[in-house]
């Protein structure tokens, strides 16, 4: 399958174009507060989608609420090929700091804020995330999933994915709910999640590879850089066409507060990684 063939999620009429955008670097410094400049980050969120991104992330713990507000001001209405995808679970501090927010009415009310904020009346997909912020921790997700089962029973949200959980953690929550997407830490130095990408393949559902916040390690290898200099592109881009290389059913939401950075990530999905290229990244593991 081609890099730049589109992913529909299991049982579901959304398909999406496997390069997204990831909203959080829409906000202040450390996701915080609101960015230096709005009207970039407006022009940011409408050249993506003009640009044929179909799938935007985000969370209205970014900011807290900031996000939200700008992709609102920026889209809404928003175009009817368009996929939000928000996230509950979590919850700023008053000192910003980053706190679970798993309980029922924490849910609830996380839900009720992206549809204020997004100006929306159904979600269309929300990830629980859960455990700690970049590791899955063993446990449990059922009492969480199901305050999000009934939510969109209720009609609020259409459909459910997970951020942040382990393979034990879908099969558990696959016994309440369809999920149809997973969000876990994944890139070219980070595989710990490799087998559990092909399972999901093999069930058709998306895998979504977040980055930690702080540095993309693999950028900071000389390897990388290497094949970026051979292909004329940049680091960033070949980390990106990797991800998409590596499974047909992963999905990419890059974030950045940059026109030239967007563009830049955008045209990844047209890098085409020659056999050789590829070998060896893949030996970066």
């Not at 928003?78 to 706190?99: E, F, N």
């Not at 924490?106 to 997909?125: K, P, Q, T």
């Not at 953690?169 to 490799?194: H, M, S």
């Not at 070949?238 to 030239?260: D, F, K």
């Amino acid at each position: 399958m081609s890099t730049r063939t589109p992913f529909t999620l299991p049982k579901t009429n959304i398909t999406l174009n496997r390069m997204g955008y990831g909203a959080m670097k829409l906000a202040g410094p450390h996701v915080w507060g609101p960015p230096a400049d709005v009207d970039q980050a407006i022009a940011i969120l409408r050249e993506a989608v003009a640009s044929g991104v179909n799938h935007i992330d985000t969370s209205d713990f970014y900011g807290p609420h900031v996000t939200n507000q700008i992709i609102k001001q920026a889209l809404h209405p928003y175009a009817a090929h368009l996929t939000i995808v928000t996230k509950l679970g979590a919850r700023r501090g008053a000192d910003s700091s980053w706190l679970p927010a798993l309980s029922k009415q924490e849910l609830i009310d996380g839900a009720h804020d992206n549809l204020r904020n997004l100006g929306l009346d159904v979600l269309d997909i929300v990830n629980l995330r859960v455990g700690p912020p970049l590791i899955p921790a063993d446990g449990s997700i059922a009492e969480p999933l199901t305050v999000l089962a009934e939510l969109q029973q209720q009609g609020l949200i259409r459909h459910i994915g997970l951020s942040n959980v382990s393979p034990a953690q879908l099969a558990e929550a696959q016994k309440i709910a369809n999920i149809v997407c997973i969000q876990n830490e994944y890139n070219i130095a980070k595989r710990t999640d490799d087998a559990f990408i092909d399972d999901l393949a093999r069930q058709g559902i998306a895998y979504v590879p977040f980055f930690p916040l702080g540095g993309f390690t693999p950028l900071q290898s000389s390897t990388v850089d290497e094949v970026a200099k051979s292909l004329e592109a940049t680091p960033m881009q070949v980390a990106l066409a990797w991800l998409l290389h590596r499974s047909p059913n992963i999905l990419l939401i890059p974030g950045t507060s940059s026109l030239v950075h967007l563009r830049e990530n955008l045209q990844a999905a047209n890098l085409d990684l020659p056999a050789e290229a590829l070998a060896t990244l893949n030996g970066l593991a």
